[in-house]
């Protein structure tokens, strides 16, 4: 079966600090990759999509930036974060069938 | 572009009570419709979904049927239990090249009292 796994779970960041989040997926090849916020209050706003190694799409200009090294890894990084950057991040993997499963978030707060 | 319009909460019950999420969207083509729970401190789960018009997902005893003629997907469930307690995200999704976008309400909280 298919896992997805978040790390870390918590995190509090000074502004200005650089950011790097990780998701990885088990037991699936090929899947399509999304990094979503999720602002305190507020739906889901989608953020980043992958559909291969090396292939990102930005959905919302900001300062964040996303990579995927490999073909189960996907990662969300900062070279200097905002107070606005606080949120619970969350990861998310589809195949080719348009459910998308979520992993189990990071929360981040920006000081 | 897709939109998807919840109701507002939070939505607060007393066990066993009868519930609805309402949910209406606006999409071009013919989007699949979905609702996702999101329990306390924890990522989104799939609850239910529906493909096509007049199917009806359900699951956990939550049902929603997608009605093609009014936009709508409304989330029920017959007797609500204190377990039931988190947000509730209805969702369409969006089909571009080889990948499907999501498109989220802004959430529902339910919060059921014993």
């Known amino acids: 079966s298919q896992t997805i796994h978040q790390w870390p779970a918590t995190l509090v960041q000074p502004v200005g600090s650089p950011l790097s989040l990780e998701c990885t997926v088990e037991?699936?090849?090929?899947?399509?990759l999304y990094w979503y916020r999720q602002a305190a209050g507020r739906g889901l706003q989608l953020l980043f999509y992958s559909v291969g190694i090396g292939q990102i799409s930005s959905e919302v200009p900001q300062n964040l930036s996303a990579s995927r090294p490999q073909d189960r890894q996907f990662i969300l990084s900062s070279k200097k974060l905002l107070l606005s950057d606080s949120g619970f991040y969350l990861c998310?993997?589809?195949?080719?069938?348009?459910?998308?499963?979520f992993g189990p978030g990071t929360r981040l707060l920006v000081l | 572009g897709n939109s998807v319009t919840q109701m507002e909460g939070p939505v607060t019950l007393s066990e066993e009570a009868f519930l609805t999420i309402n949910c209406t969207y606006t999409?071009?083509?013919?989007?699949?419709l979905f609702w996702y729970v999101q329990y306390p401190g924890e990522g989104l789960q799939l609850l239910l979904k529906?493909?096509?018009?007049?199917d009806k997902g359900s699951n956990k005893g939550f049902e929603a049927t997608y009605r093609k003629e009014t936009t709508s997907f409304h989330l029920e469930k017959g007797s609500v239990q204190v377990s039931d307690s988190a947000v509730y995200f209805c969702?369409?999704?969006?089909?571009?090249?080889?990948?499907?976008?999501?498109?989220f309400g802004k959430g529902t909280l339910l919060t059921v009292n014993p």
């Open positions: 998310a993997w589809g195949g080719s069938q348009e459910t998308q499963y």
């Open positions: 969702a369409l999704s969006d089909r571009g090249g080889s990948n499907y976008k999501l498109t």
């Open positions: 037991g699936t090849s090929n899947p399509n």
């Open positions: 529906a493909t096509k018009a007049d």
């Open positions: 999409a071009t083509g013919y989007p699949s």
